[in-house]
Each structure stands twice: as C-alpha cells, then as structure tokens.
C-alpha cells in the first residue's frame, strides 16, 4: 500500500464525506427539499473516495463525467457548495441551478457534459480525450466512468473500439454495484468481471473490490498511468448499491436481507476497522471527521437553500440556447 | 467565376475552411483514399492529414458523440452519415448532447459541430437510402439547419455552417450533386445564416418557396405556368430553414397574395407546414386563397424507379401552382 497516514486519513475523511453527503440526500428527499429521482451513494462510498485519492494523489489531470452515484466525484470536480447547490436547483449551482444534478457540466473544472440516456458519454470523452493527445497535452486524461447497467450499451463498444484504434489517453471505470435499477448483473452480461470486455479492443482490464477504497485508489491510478501513455484501459470496481435505484423505491425485486446486518458489508466500517488496526484512527477521529463533514455538507445545503431559484427570463434567455444572433428566436 | 458542381462546391467549401481554421476537422467513413462516399472529401486527407481528416469504422453513434467531445475540447468537427437516413444513430449525440451543450453549461460553451447529410431521392435506393430529414430536427431547439441548392450557395452556407459556433445540420439533396452553376473564385465574405432567404426570381402573382430538387422542378413548374397563363410567379429559396427569413417570405406574400410551399419530405408534419403557420398567422388578411403545400406522399419510399410514386414531380409542382393561383 504506497498511501502515507495523511492520505489515507483524507481517504478516510472522503468516505465518510459521501456516506453523509448520502444520507442527507435521503433526508432531503423525504423532506421534500430535493426534487427528482437523485440516485445516493449508499453501499458505494469506497469507490468515490478511492477516485478522489487517486486525483488527488496523481498529477495526471482527468476530464470526465461520474456516475451518479459518485456525487461527491462531482461536488469535488466543481466545488461542493454549487453542487449542493445545483442539486436543490438554485441559483448559486454550477449552472444556476438550471441544468440540474443529472445534466451536470463545468468543463473549466474538468466535468464534461452528462447525459440523461446512458451509453453515449463514453465516446464523447474519447472525443475529449482525442483532443487533448492532438493537442500534445502531456498527462491530460479522459476519465470515462459508467454502471453495469450503462455497458449493455453499444456507443460503450464504439468507444473502445474508437479509443484503442486511435490509442487514446482514457481510463473507463466500470461502477459495478450489482443491480440496474431492477435488473442484476447476471441478467445483464454473462461475464462474471464486465472488465473482460476490454479483452475484445485488446486492452487492458482489471476488476478490483470496489468496497476498498485503497484497492480503488490503486487500480484507478495505474489505469490513469497507462491512460496518461496513450494506452486506453478499463478498471471495474465491485460494489453494492444499499439503497434502491431511487430514494423511497421499495425494491420489491430484491432479496433485502442484506439490510439486516449492514454493519458486516459497510465500506466505513470495514476501513475504520483497518485504519484503527494501523494505528492511524481512533474514536476521537472518527467523531471529529463525522462531525466536521456533516457541518460542512449542511452548511452547503444551508446556504443553497437560503438561494433563490432562476427567474423564466434566466431560463429563457436565448443566449443560454444559442451562440451567435443568427440563431432565429425562441 | 468558374461553372461547378454540387459535389466540387461541397469539396471546396470544405477545403477553404481548412485552410482558414487549422481547428477544423473531418469525421466519417470512408474519408480517406475514397475521398467519402460521394467523392466530396476528395485530397482533403492528402492534403490536410490523417489528425485532421479522421476516418472511421462504421459507427455512426460512436462518432457523433466523438465529435461533440472534440468540440469541447476546442476543435471544429464536420461530421458525414453517407446517407442522411443513417443520422437515426447518432440522434442522441445530435439531439440530446449536442444541441443541449450550451443550455447545460450555462451559455458558456459552444457545440461548434456541422453534421452533413446527404438527403432525398433521385438514387433509387430505397426505403434506407432516400428519406429527407430535416424535419425530424425542426422540432428541437439548440439545432439550427441549413439546406442550399444551387453550387454558390452550397459552398458560401457550407462555410458559414462549419463557421457558426452552434451544432448545425448542413443538409443537401444528393440527386443534385451534379448540378452544376456558376460560382465566385473568391468568397468575399461568408453570409451569415439569419435572414439567409433569397429571391430567385421576381413575381407578382404567387409566392412559391421551395429548396433542393423541389426548388428545381418547382422553377421548371413555374416557367410553364406562367408561358401559358402570363401569370408572373416569385419564387423564393430560404437556404437556411433555421433560423428561417420569415421576413422576405411575408413581404412577398403580402404582395403576391398567394403561397405554394414545396419540399421532398413527406407533407405530414414536413417543414412545410410550419412555413404555411407561420404565414397564415402573419398574413392572414393579405391572402387571397388557402396557401397549398406540394410535398412527398406519406409513405415508404419503395426502390429503384418506383420512388417516382413518391416525390413531388414537375407536373405535381405544376398542379399545385395551378391549385395556388385560383
């Protein structure tokens, strides 16, 4: 493990940060502040916080898109108060609280466009990623991340094909929590690791546990590495999605015994455990970091809210439609 | 001035923005020794290299989607289906990502893509090979859709599309790739696409507005008509059908009193009939008859010369002038 006791308090610091940023977007949601169907990171919080040490850890800078469960990859990427604060629509958002959470996009901080039908984002980015090798951007990536679900999709094939064709410098990161939406993985692809597939653009790919954090870490920074050397790569993490595929959803297409003992399959409590055997945390670390991620994840949801939501003439202004006037009207 | 084809305007347009904007870029199949499929990016990859003439595997989705990410990251991608039939794959990178870049971002980024398609009968391909599109993006905003004729046209708004900072359709009608007309050696200026209508030809008794082969036979159409009825018939090419000059087509209804709107695509739903809206509620009091629309039949297009049964011919384009002038 090449992690120093800094990092993997950060590391630390960073899962527990998506574990509060997930259960306050279920409070929100029951209590009715958050609109839409928001997707939390529940069951998931090792696979953002092993991204976020590998960027931070890296000097390799990454454009990319998220899963929407790695939320506080996004609120990282852009800042987390206008992410909070475009996840409850308002106008101090990232984009005015306009395009919302689903539709994300701030290139200048290295978030590219998210789209609502999965599949496509993956040859966008290797459109990015093309980019910046023309351009002779020495260690930029593209950094492609979708679910299990996303990777039926065939504009994924078309992007790895593209992407090892024309040996493009980008990493696609499987999320595999096991379900989409409904559906499990085994009734999804016959794969037993859905990083096999990189085996067909003979690439390569690696399947890690996506419930360790400095596991995640480790494989996204090699697959960054090999990226950064214009050799595309896929890195698939497995995880377990807690919640349903939306807040409040019933999951009646589920065995939901797993809820009984979510204790023995929580990825906090398995790496406290680990940081506390190593000496690097105690109980007084563990209620600081409680306590200072919270505040600063309700603070942000605070100060969204005391925002006003964008007026029609904000959302109807034609220059957020069109460049130039030789765009017609509205 | 140098007398060329369709085909020949579509190359140099292309080549003349290259040479412009080293940011500009081609995607498609067959883009390489071929020159594409219809011979219009003949040298360019010769001429211009492998890093800015891209040929691709055959994956339509993949490469639309491709070519928003390299807009973002700064190029100016021109991106060909062989045939406008195939643009049903890349409809999401089109519809759902392109066109949404500047909403999304806030008005900060532009989606600077042209998506070229080749459009219409005249092939005898069939059911795949031979629809016309543009209405199935008429209805979504953040596209504009930019549709010339004649080769002077093709090769200034082809420019003016690759130029313009917005995803832009650049739709023309492959049956009249070999067309040929006088063009300029040098293009003063590249238009802009608002107010882009032009009058072919000056008229005092009907409006006809068409574009592509419905243009031509709607000219030839209007040529017999008024030889044998000394009716004189203003016909009107609006080049560009988003952003469209309502302008020049309500001052010239307000003179004529009467329209005829023709295009290719099927009539149900074809970007005719927004035209004739846009007209009867501008209009209203200076018109003299209902305006008429001559358009394809609302059916599958059936293969070889059959297709015939489906497009609007001279003498359709004739009977609806005829219908109009009543």
């Known amino acids: ?330 | 001035m140098s007398e060329m084809s369709v085909m020949k305007a579509l190359n140099l347009a292309m080549f003349e923005e290259m040479v412009a904007d080293e940011k500009v870029i081609c995607i498609g199949e067959d883009l390489g020794k071929q020159g594409g499929c219809w011979g219009t990016f003949t040298g360019l990859q010769e001429k211009f290299g492998e890093n800015r003439v891209l040929e691709f595997p055959i994956l339509e989705a993949g490469y639309t989607l491709f070519s928003v990410g390299a807009a973002l990251g700064g190029y100016r991608p021109i991106v060909e289906f062989m045939f406008a039939d195939f643009v049903t794959l890349g409809f999401e990178g089109i519809v759902d990502i392109a066109a949404k870049i500047r909403f999304n971002s806030g008005g900060v980024d532009s989606c600077p893509v042209t998506f070229v398609l080749p459009q219409g009968g005249g092939g005898k391909s069939g059911a795949h090979h031979s629809q016309s599109v543009e209405a199935w993006f008429a209805n979504v905003p953040g596209l504009k859709i930019v549709a010339p004729t004649t080769p002077a046209d093709i090769r200034a708004y082809y420019r003016a599309a690759i130029r313009d900072d917005d995803p832009t359709l650049f739709i023309y009608q492959r049956a009249t790739m070999g067309l040929t007309g006088e063009v300029p050696d040098v293009l003063d200026e590249v238009p802009s696409l608002a107010k882009a209508g032009k009058i072919v030809k000056t008229g005092a008794d009907l409006t006809v507005v068409a574009y592509h082969r419905a243009l031509l036979n709607a000219m030839a159409a209007a040529a017999q008509v008024e030889e044998e009825t000394g009716k004189t018939i203003e016909i009107i090419d609006p080049r560009v059908l988003i952003p469209f000059d309502k302008e020049i087509v309500f001052d010239s209804v307000k003179k004529t009193g009467r329209l005829m709107v023709a295009h290719e695509a099927p009539e149900r739903g074809g970007f005719g009939a927004q035209i004739l809206s846009w007209v009867v509620e501008n209009c209203m009091k200076e018109l003299k008859a209902a305006p008429v629309r001559v358009a394809g039949v609302n059916s599958i297009i059936p293969f070889g010369d059959l297709e015939k049964y489906l497009y609007p011919s001279v003498e359709d384009m004739k009977a609806g002038i005829l219908k109009a002038l009543k």
């Not at chain 1, 964008?310 to 130039?324: F, P, W």
Request: net charge negative; glycine share 10%; charged share 25%.
């Open chain 1, 1 to 330: 493990m090449n992690f120093s006791n800094e990092e993997l308090l950060e590391m630390y610091s960073d899962i527990v940060k998506s574990r509060v940023l997930g259960e306050k977007i279920v409070e929100y949601i029951f209590s009715g502040k958050i609109a839409g169907a928001i997707h939390p990171c529940l069951g998931q919080e090792a696979v953002s916080a092993g991204i976020l040490t590998a960027f931070k850890k890296s000097d390799i800078i990454t454009y990319g898109t998220e899963t929407h469960r790695a939320q506080t990859v996004m609120a990282h990427r852009v800042g987390w108060k206008p992410f909070i604060a475009e996840l409850l629509g308002r106008t101090g958002g990232c984009n005015d609280g306009i395009s919302g959470e689903y539709h994300i996009h701030d290139l200048k901080n290295g978030q590219l466009p998210a789209a609502g039908a999965l599949g496509g984002t993956w040859a966008e980015i290797a459109g990015f990623a093309w980019a910046l090798k023309n351009d002779g951007k020495k260690r930029q990536i593209g950094f492609a991340p979708y679910g299990d679900g996303a990777i039926s999709q065939g504009a994924t094939y078309e992007a790895m094909n593209i992407a090892a064709l024309f040996k493009l410098p980008i990493l696609f990161f499987i999320e595999n929590n096991g379900i989409a939406m409904s559906t499990p993985v085994e009734n999804q692809s016959p794969l037993e690791n859905l990083a096999d597939r990189a085996a067909a653009f003979n690439m390569k790919g690696v399947t890690v546990d996506g419930d360790d954090p400095v596991a995640v870490a480790e494989a996204v920074l090699n697959g960054m590495e090999l990226a950064a050397n214009n050799e595309p790569n896929v890195v698939e993490v497995k995880t377990m999605r807690w919640e349903g595929h939306y807040v409040g959803d019933p999951q009646k297409y589920r065995d939901l015994s797993y809820k009984e003992d979510l204790d023995s399959i929580c990825p906090v409590v398995r790496f406290e455990k680990r940081l506390i055997e190593l000496g690097i945390l105690d109980d007084e670390i563990i209620k600081a970091v409680r306590e200072s991620q919270t505040k600063e994840i309700v603070d942000g949801f605070d100060e969204g809210l005391s925002q006003t939501i964008a007026t029609k003439e904000q959302v109807l202004d034609y220059n957020r439609v069109y460049s130039n006037n030789a765009g017609g009207e509205l």
